[in-house]
């Protein structure tokens, strides 16, 4: 698999080129992020459910 392979997309009006291996982590990023932000959500609505 070739990761430096360009990728190319729109959102909208603006057209976009961005590596694979750069889409990749960013995807992983994110969905790490969304993980521990809902991860951090729950213990935080258990503890105040629990004084």
Do not use: C, H
Not at 4 to 18: H, Q, T, Y
Not at 25 to 32: F, G, M, P, Y
């Amino acid at each position: 698999m070739n990761w430096k392979r360009i990728i190319r997309f729109k959102i909208g009006d603006v057209p976009w080129e961005i590596p694979l291996n750069v889409l990749i982590l960013l995807i992983a990023i994110t969905l790490l992020l969304m993980a521990g932000g809902a991860y951090m959500g729950v213990q935080f609505a258990q503890s105040q459910a629990n004084p």
